[in-house]
């Protein structure tokens, strides 16, 4: 069964940097995509970044001089890194995983910027 695991949200100050952590249950690689998506309060759920197994990465314009993503992949592990947050970056942040046209989908963890 696919698993993932979100950690590394909390409260951080504007202008902080944070590190989100996703990882799956056995290799990364057996995935075709992974992605982090987060939904604030009252909004729709939305893509910020995603990294194919065949190698490119993409970035939503929103974010993409903000966030970055890089794999670990002997822990299986996606990270999100986050720099210069703002208070409208807060936020349930989600980790998926697309296998086969299957969509799995992490627990999240809150992200909160706030002075």
Known sequence: QVQLVESGGGLVQPGESLRLSCTTSGSIWRYESISWYRQAPGKQRELLATVFSTGPTYYDDGVKDRFTVSSDIERNTVH????SLKPEDTAVYYCNAR???????????????SS
């Open 99 to 113: 296998e086969l046209d299957s969509d799995y989908w992490g627990q999240g963890t809150q992200v909160t910027v």
């Open 80 to 83: 999100l890194h986050m720099n």
